[in-house]
């Protein structure tokens, strides 16, 4: 067959081992770890289903090698422990058996020991080792390896690669980015040594060199080995890409495939993990400048879900490969996809943070658009009923098409009716923020999958009581939305005030200066927007912080763009009245003064259709409300709901 992206579908050999394509599945951190390290059943499920979608390798991520120094909620893999190596077997056979390459990432975080503990505060009964003594920016003391220290570590790296081996991985990827150990030796910001280990390039690669001289002996000629470099550190003080090139020159002779990443841990979480605010593939410069100094195979990373992009990196010469670990978490048969020629089903990542930060709060993953995420282990295929019934979905928002789409797949007669004449709902909005682009291309994949999965679509059809009794469905998925809570202050006649959806789907055009009342995500993000178009902006909120419903991984990267925006920020501000001037806030005191601007935008929150819910209640046997229609949430919650509404009927 002819392919449509020929070059992602290539093989490409590695060492002893030809991949099956040139998707590889990064590593991304597990769910339920056991307080020995031992993955359990949902951490095989979770890998299993990235191998099942496709792709070329799946990498296990992180193995701390030395436990005795590092000090982490992460896997580990020893004899030891009764039964580990057999979960550790289970796992590779469970990746294998589809088809892909079991490869797992030998780690170690050196400074930031303790990186992924829930209870933030037992980090601090940790000792920090690092390459010197000093202080990490958050306070916490590093004390330097001691030689001793560093041949155990160098002897533990290839300890854990042989039973990786022989457990049944047939690949290990040696982390040496990201600010963790091995990083740190290599970053003249982070080594300080005088001894062999620091000082100029040759003393600072000594520490990976022997780490790698180590693994090699452990696994033997051919089989093979990835190195994960950051290709600049992108901090001043740190190495850039030049350096970066270097090191990669240097070490390339012990490896077989060079990944390249980029940034480092404490100070560019945002560059290593691209956010929104960053274009698609902007890590993917370092990939393309280090393969002109390498002669193996280079991987390329960071932030790429878009099949068209990623074709054109590898048939540029920029890359080889590439990688991908929250577009696989959005769509895990993205490889599959691709190699049957159905990239326009490929529902692409949101890079919302939503998957990082429950990991953080909770231990578990979660994907914004992807219900299935961190509980495969209870099924990874939508059963067919055994009955296809007659289902009424109300609402062409993301829940409304989720649910449609699940009961579709499931062989069931849906009739899906959107009151608007576009389907998508509160994505639609998304068109408006170039760098909220992706959730509108949400909208418009869902609506692709829908036409291909037979839905009934129905635009401009207000569905009430009277209607779906025509319908005679057997269930009915209510997921209607919600609607913009109105300006709920007194407006002095001239002045100008707009709603978020006057703003992006009514053709409201503000002034020079606006004053965004509501602090939250949504208004955060109108005000930097309106900024990126020319406006100067001011944020109204009256609680006393901004972006209190943003996830814990995407708030301190909104707030820094709000301060990089130059946005007059007031806390702590209640709306009083709009003037022709601008708005009327108190403080807490209740002392008024005028945040002035010549459009006041309204972003306080939305508001349930709850009347339109409740109509539909006794509309059909099964009736189900999921999404805003139950109460104002989250796109993740939206998705869990409908997807798991179509799965009951």
Same mark, same amino acid.
């Given at each position: 067959?002819?392919?449509?992206?020929?070059?992602?579908?290539?093989?490409?050999?590695?060492?002893?081992?030809?991949?099956?394509?040139?998707?590889?599945?990064?590593?991304?951190?597990?769910?339920?770890?056991?307080?020995?390290?031992?993955?359990?059943?949902?951490?095989?499920?979770?890998?299993?289903?990235?191998?099942?979608?496709?792709?070329?390798?799946?990498?296990?991520?992180?193995? $701390? /090698?030395?436990?005795?120094?590092?000090?982490?909620?992460?896997?580990?893999? %020893?004899?030891?422990?009764?039964?580990?190596?057999?979960?550790?077997?289970?796992?590779?056979?469970?990746?294998?058996?589809?088809?892909?390459?079991?490869?797992? !990432?030998?780690?170690?975080?050196?400074?930031?020991?303790?990186?992924?503990?829930?209870?933030?505060?037992?980090?601090?009964?940790?000792?920090?080792?690092?390459?010197? #003594?000093?202080?990490?920016? #958050?306070?916490?003391?590093?004390?330097?390896?001691?030689?001793?220290?560093?041949?155990?570590?160098?002897?533990?790296?290839?300890?854990?690669?042989?039973?990786?081996?022989?457990?049944?991985?047939?690949?290990?990827?040696?982390?040496?980015?990201?600010?963790?150990?091995?990083?740190?030796?290599?970053?003249?910001?982070?080594?300080?040594?005088?001894?062999?280990?620091?000082?100029?390039? !040759?003393?600072?690669?000594?520490? &990976?060199?022997?780490?790698?001289? %180590? $693994?090699?002996?452990?696994?033997?000629?051919?089989?093979?080995?990835?190195?994960?470099?950051?290709?600049?550190?992108?901090? !001043?003080?740190?190495?850039?890409?030049?350096?970066?090139?270097?090191?990669?020159?240097?070490?390339?002779?012990?490896?077989?495939?060079?990944?390249?990443?980029?940034?480092?841990?404490?100070?560019?979480?945002?560059?290593?993990?691209?956010?929104?605010?960053?274009?698609?593939?902007?890590?993917?410069?370092?990939?393309?400048?280090?393969?002109?100094? $390498?002669?193996?195979?280079?991987?390329?990373?960071?932030?790429? %879900?878009?099949?068209?992009?990623?074709?054109?990196?590898?048939?540029?010469?920029?890359?080889?490969? /590439?990688?991908?670990?929250?577009?696989?978490?959005?769509?895990?048969?993205?490889? %599959?996809?691709?190699?049957?020629?159905?990239?326009?089903?490929?529902?692409?990542?949101?890079?919302?943070? *939503?998957?990082?930060?429950?990991?953080?709060?909770?231990?578990?993953?979660?994907?914004? /658009?992807?219900?299935?995420?961190?509980?495969?282990?209870?099924?990874?295929?939508?059963?067919?009923?055994?009955?296809?019934?007659?289902?009424?979905?109300?609402?062409?928002?993301?829940?409304?098409? *989720?649910?449609?789409?699940?009961?579709?797949?499931?062989?069931?007669?849906? $009739?899906?009716? +959107?009151?608007?004449?576009?389907?998508?709902?509160?994505?639609?909005?998304?068109?408006?923020?170039?760098?909220?682009?992706?959730?509108?291309?949400?909208?418009?994949?869902?609506?692709?999958?829908?036409?291909?999965?037979?839905?009934?679509?129905?635009?401009?059809? +207000?569905?009430?009581? &009277?209607? &779906?009794?025509?319908?005679?469905?057997?269930?009915?998925?209510?997921?209607?939305?919600?609607?913009?809570?109105?300006?709920?202050?007194?407006?002095?006649?001239?002045?100008?005030?707009?709603?978020?959806?006057?703003?992006?789907?009514?053709?409201?055009?503000?002034?020079?200066?606006?004053?965004?009342?509501?602090?939250?995500?949504?208004?955060?993000?109108?005000?930097?927007?309106?900024?990126?178009?020319?406006?100067?902006?001011?944020?109204? +909120?009256?609680?006393?912080?901004?972006?209190?419903?943003?996830?814990?991984?995407?708030?301190?990267?909104?707030?820094?763009?709000?301060?990089?925006?130059?946005?007059?920020?007031?806390?702590?501000?209640?709306?009083?009245?709009?003037?022709?001037?601008?708005?009327?806030?108190?403080?807490? !005191?209740?002392?008024?003064?005028?945040?002035?601007?010549?459009?006041?935008?309204?972003?306080?929150?939305?508001?349930?259709?709850? #009347?339109?819910?409740?109509?539909?209640?006794?509309?059909?046997?099964?009736?189900?409300?999921?999404?805003?229609?139950?109460?104002?949430?989250?796109?993740?919650?939206? *998705?869990?709901?409908?997807?798991?509404?179509?799965?009951?009927?």
């Amino acid at each position: 067959m002819k392919r449509d992206y020929p070059h992602l579908c290539a093989p490409l050999t590695v060492g002893r081992l030809t991949l099956r394509n040139r998707m590889l599945s990064a590593p991304m951190g597990a769910t339920d770890i056991t307080a020995e390290g031992t993955p359990g059943p949902r951490t095989q499920g979770f890998y299993e289903l990235r191998a099942k979608g496709g792709a070329a390798v799946v990498t296990v991520s992180e193995l $701390v /090698v030395h436990p005795e120094t590092d000090g982490s909620q992460m896997l580990r893999l %020893s004899l030891k422990t009764p039964g580990q190596l057999g979960a550790f077997t289970y796992l590779a056979d469970a990746i294998r058996r589809h088809g892909a390459v079991a490869s797992i !990432e030998l780690s170690h975080s050196g400074q930031y020991a303790g990186t992924y503990m829930v209870d933030k505060e037992k980090k601090g009964d940790l000792c920090q080792w690092g390459p010197s #003594d000093g202080v990490r920016p #958050d306070g916490m003391p590093v004390r330097a390896l001691s030689h001793e220290q560093i041949a155990s570590i160098v002897a533990a790296y290839g300890e854990a690669a042989a039973l990786a081996k022989r457990a049944g991985f047939q690949m290990v990827m040696v982390h040496a980015g990201h600010g963790w150990l091995i990083n740190q030796f290599l970053s003249p910001y982070f080594n300080k040594r005088e001894d062999e280990y620091g000082g100029p390039l !040759e003393n600072r690669i000594r520490f &990976a060199r022997e780490v790698l001289a %180590s $693994v090699r002996s452990a696994v033997g000629p051919g089989f093979p080995i990835e190195l994960r470099i950051s290709g600049a550190e992108l901090f !001043e003080g740190g190495y850039d890409v030049a350096e970066g090139a270097r090191i990669a020159h240097a070490l390339e002779d012990l490896v077989d495939l060079m990944h390249v990443s980029a940034g480092s841990y404490q100070f560019g979480f945002s560059v290593t993990h691209p956010s929104t605010f960053r274009d698609h593939g902007c890590n993917v410069h370092l990939a393309a400048e280090i393969k002109k100094h $390498v002669s193996i195979p280079v991987v390329a990373i960071g932030g790429l %879900s878009d099949p068209a992009q990623m074709e054109e990196i590898i048939a540029s010469g920029q890359a080889d490969a /590439v990688a991908m670990a929250r577009g696989l978490l959005a769509d895990p048969e993205l490889p %599959s996809k691709v190699m049957a020629n159905r990239g326009d089903d490929v529902v692409k990542c949101l890079r919302c943070y *939503v998957c990082m930060a429950e990991r953080a709060v909770t231990q578990t993953r979660r994907c914004a /658009v992807n219900p299935l995420i961190g509980r495969e282990f209870e099924g990874m295929d939508i059963a067919r009923s055994p009955r296809s019934r007659k289902v009424l979905v109300v609402g062409g928002g993301i829940a409304g098409m *989720v649910a449609a789409a699940t009961a579709a797949r499931r062989g069931h007669d849906v $009739v899906l009716c +959107e009151r608007e004449g576009e389907l998508g709902g509160i994505l639609r909005t998304e068109a408006a923020l170039p760098f909220k682009r992706d959730m509108y291309e949400l909208g418009r994949t869902y609506a692709h999958l829908l036409d291909r999965l037979g839905v009934d679509v129905r635009l401009n059809t +207000e569905v009430d009581a &009277a209607f &779906a009794e025509k319908i005679a469905p057997d269930a009915v998925i209510v997921a209607v939305g919600s609607a913009p809570i109105p300006m709920p202050l007194p407006v002095e006649e001239g002045a100008r005030v707009l709603s978020i959806d006057d703003l992006y789907l009514g053709g409201g055009q503000p002034g020079d200066e606006v004053v965004v009342l509501g602090g939250g995500l949504t208004g955060c993000e109108c005000a930097i927007n309106q900024v990126r178009l020319g406006r100067r902006a001011h944020i109204v +909120e009256m609680r006393d912080g901004l972006a209190i419903d943003a996830n814990i991984r995407h708030r301190p990267i909104l707030l820094a763009e709000v301060e990089r925006a130059g946005i007059d920020v007031n806390l702590d501000a209640r709306g009083v009245r709009v003037e022709r001037g601008g708005l009327v806030v108190a403080d807490g !005191e209740g002392k008024e003064h005028l945040v002035p601007g010549d459009t006041v935008i309204c972003a306080i929150g939305q508001r349930s259709r709850s #009347d339109a819910a409740d109509a539909l209640r006794d509309a059909a046997p099964f009736v189900r409300v999921v999404g805003d229609a139950v109460r104002p949430s989250n796109i993740t919650t939206a *998705v869990y709901e409908a997807y798991h509404a179509a799965l009951d009927i």
